[in-house]
């Protein structure tokens, strides 16, 4: 079993739809991220959550620590949110630990 | 733009040869750490660097090294490479207790 694991593997939105990708891992952590990469390997840092939620535009990510549980949140899809979504865990705060998700890809249609 | 460049962005050696990738990070990133990912895969934790000092290993073998440079740059070494070390290397910078690690775009590595 993967310490991390998300889903959906593969999600196809329309524009404009609500878009939820989960996360839950099996380890102890000091923090979760969320990163986005997108064709040719570019990888952008989202959020990083200890706990709670944070929110950034249209992107809302929550983690619940209890329940080792994450879900990252897109409001008002559009076609440049299409990427893979990936959620990390670090398990000491120092990146010495990071444990990566098997990504979601989103394909958002026009 | 996360001000993380690495170089060369894509590269082809044969088996058994020796490559150097390079990543240069942000002034004030004391910490780099560098990521495998195959194709279709996560990224695979290779190793991190703090203070030029190597500090933290994931499960790859020695013929995997590095360097940090005082600068905020750093290396990747691979010696013997293999076929199966084909993939995107990562490397991503950040000052540690910051809350973000900055990725760079990657090297894209192809062994014959």
């Known amino acids: 079993k993967n310490e991390v694991e998300q889903s959906p593997q593969n999600l196809t939105a329309q524009e404009g739809e609500f878009i939820t990708i989960n996360c839950s891992y099996s380890v102890g952590i000091s923090a979760l991220h969320w990163l986005q990469q997108h064709p040719g390997g570019g990888i952008v840092s989202l959020f990083m959550l200890s706990s709670g939620k944070k929110k950034h535009g249209r992107l809302i990510a929550?983690?619940?620590?209890?329940?080792?549980?994450?879900?990252?949140h897109?409001?008002?899809?559009?076609?440049?949110?299409?990427?893979?979504?990936?959620?990390a865990v670090d398990r000491d705060n120092y990146g010495q630990n990071f444990v990566f998700g098997p990504g979601t890809r989103l394909s958002v249609l026009p | 733009e996360t001000g993380v460049t690495q170089s060369p962005t894509?590269?082809?050696?044969?088996?058994?040869?020796?490559?150097?990738?390079?990543?240069?990070?942000?002034?004030g990133h004391n910490t780099v750490s560098w990521y495998q990912q195959a194709l279709g895969q996560g990224p695979q934790f290779i190793f991190q660097y703090y203070r030029e000092e190597e500090n933290g290993r994931g499960n790859f073998p020695p013929r995997f090294s590095g360097l940090q440079f005082p600068n905020y740059s750093s290396e990747l070494n691979v010696n013997a490479l293999e076929l199966d070390d084909s993939a995107l290397y990562l490397?991503?910078?950040?000052?540690?207790?910051?809350?973000?690690?900055?990725f760079g775009p990657g090297t894209r590595l192809t062994v014959l």
């Open chain 2, 10 to 27: 894509h590269l082809i050696k044969t088996r058994g040869q020796q490559v150097t990738l390079r990543c240069s990070s942000q002034s």
């Open chain 1, 74 to 87: 897109i409001t008002a899809s559009h076609p440049r949110d299409s990427a893979v979504y990936i959620c």
């Open chain 2, 91 to 102: 490397c991503a910078s950040f000052y540690r207790g910051a809350d973000t690690q900055y």
């Open chain 1, 62 to 72: 929550t983690i619940n620590i209890q329940e080792k549980h994450s879900s990252l």
